[in-house]
DNA sequence: AATACAATGTTATAACATTGCATTTCTTAT
DNA sequence: ATAAGAAATGCAATGTTATAACATTGTATT
């Protein structure tokens, strides 16, 4: 700091998303990890698109800054997000989504809608003990904390 | 038929689901559809592969009998199968398997183990009906039939 | 300086899926 | 029976998504 006079934020550029950021820096600083410039950069462009984007599309968009980029860019920094627990995939659709929950370690419940594409995450306490306990009587065991549903999302119910 | 002697059922080949594929064809005549040699022998292998299928593997066994079988061939008549509800796409693994519960109408959870990627399908009225519900009150609605899950096989979980 | 390690760069290719168009086969109305 | 139209298939090319394999860089520790 070199002055007393306070500075000036960054002009909140719509989606500049500082905060969240500097909050999943931290987080992955108390695991032993670090949320590179890259990865950094990737996250954010994440938080800008709250449906979901395609890989290859954060690829082109990474590349506006890095030339030099190229698909292990992203596919890295994507897996070292969901690894933190700071993204999910979208298996049907092939999308990646910010996590919207980082905070708790609850299951989600992803409603990826047919009709637009838009994905939605949910927490859903009671949905998902019950689902835990129906699949334990199975045998099974709940392990990631992904679920996947086609569910119309509410514009596309209106929009009918 | 030519003579009053029973033919000789075709040898209970492992794996020849007669039946079920009978079954499968007449739904689909009902509907108005064809369940076509390449579909019937599509969907043979995916009631011969309880675990799921990768599109190309299902190219590659198609190809021993159709050798100019492309991979248009195969989607098209996985699309079909869908289509029909008697397949499914597992969308996180590129896996097919036939549905093991055509004659109902009732949404289906999908256990894939991230293990063994084995697909199990399961029923559950009760989890189905709590997880329509929690959408509805959040203005989505249930689409389709597939809710994918991530969760280990009874054979992984002891495996531990 | 030498080493160790995580992250990134670079090139190539594997794996998955669709498009477009030509041809064949199956219905069905006449 | 047969022509018209629809449905299905053959085929080549291409598009999309993801990973393998190996080299390089940066930084921290010894």
Redesign the interface.
């Known amino acids: 700091m070199n002055s007393s006079i306070p500075d000036i934020q960054c002009p909140p550029t719509a989606g500049s998303h500082t905060a969240a950021l500097d909050l999943a820096e931290a987080a992955c600083r108390t695991r032993g990890a670090s949320l590179t410039a890259i990865r950094r950069e990737v996250l954010e462009l994440l938080y800008r698109s709250p449906t979901g984007v395609k890989a290859y599309d954060l690829l082109a968009q990474i590349k506006e800054a890095r030339p030099g980029a190229s698909p292990p860019t992203i596919y890295r920094a994507l897996d070292f997000l969901i690894e933190q627990g700071l993204a999910h995939?979208?298996?049907?659709?092939n999308l990646f989504v910010a996590c919207r929950h980082a905070s708790h370690q609850i299951p989600s419940?992803f409603?990826v809608?047919?009709k637009c594409s838009g994905v939605?995450e949910?927490q859903?306490q009671?949905?998902m003990s019950?689902?835990s306990n129906?699949?334990a009587a199975?045998?099974?065991?709940?392990?990631?904390p992904?679920?996947?549903?086609?569910?119309?999302?509410?514009m596309c119910?209106g929009a009918r």
Chains 1, 2 share one sequence.
Do not use: D, N, Q, Y
């Open positions: 995939k979208i298996g049907r659709m419940l409603l809608c047919p939605t949910l859903e009671s949905v019950a689902l129906s699949l199975a045998g099974h065991r709940l392990e990631s992904e679920v996947e549903i086609s569910a119309l999302c509410p119910v």
